[in-house]
C-alpha cells in the first residue's frame, strides 16, 4: 500500500520500513501493534478515541524491532549503546548474524563485523546514529551516519 494523506497512525513492526521513514517525514504517530489492542478493549467498555493520552505510552520506541550489535568500541562505549538501545525498544547483541542483526554500530570502514555486514547488507552506522536518535525520539535516516570506504 502506499502512504498517502488519509493515514491518521501507522503501525509499525520495525523502524527500517519506507512507511516508517514517511510517517516520520509527515508527523504521523507511529504506534505499535498493542496500540490497537488496547484501544480496541477500551473501546469495548466505554466511549474513547484512540488518540487519547492513555494510549500514548504505545507510541513506537526508537528501536523498536531492531537488533543491533557493535564492533571497534570499547566495552564502556558498547555497554552505554546496549543500554540506550535496550531503553528504548531495541535488542542488543554481541554477535552480527546474517539474518538476525539489522545494524551494526561502528567508527570505521575495517575489521572482520564491517566486511561481514558489508557482505550481508547490513547497515554500519556511527555511534551517533543512536545518541540523536533518541534525542529526536524516533529513529532517524540512516543515510548521513553511514559508514563507508570513503567516509573514513
Not at 494523506?5 to 513492526?13: C, F, N, R, S
Not at 496500540?35 to 466511549?47: M, T
Not at 523498536?64 to 564492533?71: H, I, K, N, R
Request: glycine share 6%; proline share 5%.
Amino acid at each position: 500500500g502506499v502512504f498517502h494523506d488519509g493515514i491518521t497512525h501507522l503501525i509499525a513492526g520495525n523502524v527500517i520500513s519506507d512507511k516508517y521513514k514517511a510517517a516520520i517525514d509527515t508527523e504521523t504517530p507511529v504506534m505499535t501493534k498493542e496500540w490497537v489492542r488496547e484501544v480496541w478493549k477500551a473501546a469495548s467498555r466505554d466511549n474513547v478515541m484512540a488518540t487519547d493520552p492513555k494510549f500514548l505510552q504505545y507510541k513506537c520506541p526508537v528501536f523498536y524491532g531492531l537488533t543491533v550489535t557493535c564492533s571497534q568500541l570499547s566495552k564502556n562505549d558498547k555497554n552505554l549503546l546496549k543500554k540506550k538501545i535496550e531503553s528504548h525498544g531495541g535488542s542488543y547483541t554481541p554477535e552480527l548474524t546474517m539474518d538476525a542483526t539489522d545494524i551494526l554500530i561502528c567508527v570505521s570502514a575495517d575489521g572482520p563485523k564491517y566486511s561481514h555486514a558489508l557482505k550481508w547488507k547490513i547497515p554500519c552506522l556511527k555511534p551517533d546514529w543512536v545518541f540523536n536518535s533518541v534525542d529526536k525520539g524516533y529513529a532517524l535516516p540512516m543515510d548521513e551516519f553511514k559508514i563507508t570506504r570513503q567516509s573514513n
